[in-house]
């Protein structure tokens, strides 16, 4: 088959001692011991490359955007030659039909061990005439590819939950990869987020490729090691939270100071995902660190779940939007008052039977 | 369900059913409190943050109360098993009787005032029946399975609770949702307890049997002989 990665990497200039140390550093980001960089290593020099076609349905391109700055490992450096990026149309130097008989080719030769990367997701309505690649409905490439793959990769919110497109009242009806009709039932692996952190998706390949298998995922599909707890659980302001100390207003003393965006609509405690802990832009900041409540992107039909400004947000189910507070202070104070007057009628009445028994 | 026909006292709620009224009427005063308090909590405290526990406190009431609650609720199902007629009463409602229904809107038609008397009750009648069993069994357990779940979101995958109640946050959609429902059901519990508090008290003092205090000493007494 293909070259190792080794090999490859050999090729590109890269030193044994930097391979060695990259070996580490994804061991360390994968949460396994130091023990494990070795195993990496043989890996990676006696593994042959696994082909990986990236296919592009509806979305805006920000997991491209997010996986091509992934700092460790080197997204050009390193992930780019680790797998065989057979075909990324958004990164690719072919295009037009040359580019599209690559998949064929792909499907072909490797058929049943090629990764299926699936960023976006395909819009089901009119035949999928909504998003429409190389001349035919992205649904159809996608359901092909994922009939001779050997497992699928849900890259981002839309392939795993919808994400924008597929907010109400989702016209096109852009459906998440695992929810499309007579898909090939090959194990998925939900890497979610708008974007999703790109050490986490360089991590997840790594995993894959070392391990030839899945990370352990969870009850929804996601790695275990990325979005096992929830923002919340990890924030480096938890401790403002646990003592009461809260953000009121975007400009007050207490958002100076970095205290808990509890009260501005932080979805950090309904989100699970490792922004507080591997953050952006290499370990940089992430959100909440910048100031600004966790929007959940991660979660699945964020954008459908109310205020992205509020802690107890809007319930759609009543035909109208409706807060829970709201309403429930409207019905205790509506009851209260019920009582009050029935309280009333009550005396009336007793004392009308009472004057009619005293008679 | 029974209509008693004298005035001879009857023995309706055993010890543990009227220890269970009263831990449960402690708890969800607590729950409802603090839960509203989780979700819209105090104003902002200053200093430093190693000098407050304010919200730590607050959460600890409320899993602590819903500790009591769940415990007790597990108990009462036990004393429905093994405690007299009465104690199944909450678990059980007779919507295949035609006589409930009847009664039901008998019921009704006393409060709205267009029944001159109401009839009386060994246990409860068909109104407060219907209310306890949707409110109190079925409701109490949709509250427990919603909080024990995002209870979970902190104990951790792989813990008991994350195992016996983790599934519910993907079959609602997601943990925010779960949050929203569980808020809602303390407005529903809220407005039940106002109902609950004032219908008993008014019915100790116009109806024709004995309300608060059977759930303090577990008789039933009737004022008068009447059928």
Known sequence: MTETFYEVMRRQGITRRSFLKYCSLTASALGLGPAFAPTIAEAMETKPRIPVLWLHGLECTCCSESFIRSAHPLAKDVVLSMISLDYDDTIMAAAGHEAEAIIEEIIEKYDGNYILAVEGNPPLDEDGMYCIIGGKPFVEQLKKAAEHCKAIISWGSCASWGCVQAARPNPTRATPVHKVPGLADKPIIKVPGCPPIAEVMTAVITYILTFDRFPQLDRQGRPLMFYSQRIHDKCYRRPHFDAGQFVEQWDDEAARKGYCLYKMGCKGPTTYNACSTVRWNGGLSFPIQAGHGCIGCSEDGFWDKGSFYDRVTDTHQFGIEANADDVGLAAAGTVGAAAAAHLAVTAIKQAQNKGEQDQ | ?227
């Open chain 2, 1 to 227: 369900m029974q209509r008693e026909i004298n005035s001879g006292a009857v023995y309706v709620y055993e010890a543990p059913v009227r220890i269970w009224h009263w831990a449960n009427a402690l708890s969800i005063t607590l729950l409802a409190i603090t839960g509203y308090l989780v979700a819209n909590p105090l104003p902002s405290l200053s200093g430093e943050a190693s000098d407050h526990f304010l919200m730590g406190y607050i959460r600890f009431v409320h899993f602590a109360a819903a500790y009591i609650f769940a415990v007790g609720f597990l108990g009462r199902i036990y004393w429905a098993m093994v405690g007299n007629e009465h104690s199944r009463q909450l678990f059980k409602l007779p919507v295949h009787r035609l006589t409930f229904w009847r009664e039901l809107l008998h019921e009704v038609r006393w409060y709205a005032f267009l029944e001159k008397e109401p009839k009386k009750y060994v246990g409860h009648n068909p109104l407060a029946h219907l209310f306890m069993v949707v409110i109190i069994t079925v409701g109490g357990f949709c509250m427990l399975l919603t909080g024990f779940s995002l209870y979970a979101e902190q104990t951790g995958l792989g813990s008991w609770q994350d195992s016996l109640f983790g599934w519910l946050i993907p079959l609602v959609g997601q943990s925010q949702d779960v949050r929203l429902w569980h808020h809602w059901g303390m407005w529903v519990i809220v407005v039940f307890v106002m109902l609950h508090v004032y219908v008993a008290i008014r019915e100790d003092i116009v109806s024709r049997q004995s309300i608060i205090s059977t759930m303090i000493s577990g008789w039933r007494t009737f004022k008068d002989d009447r059928p």
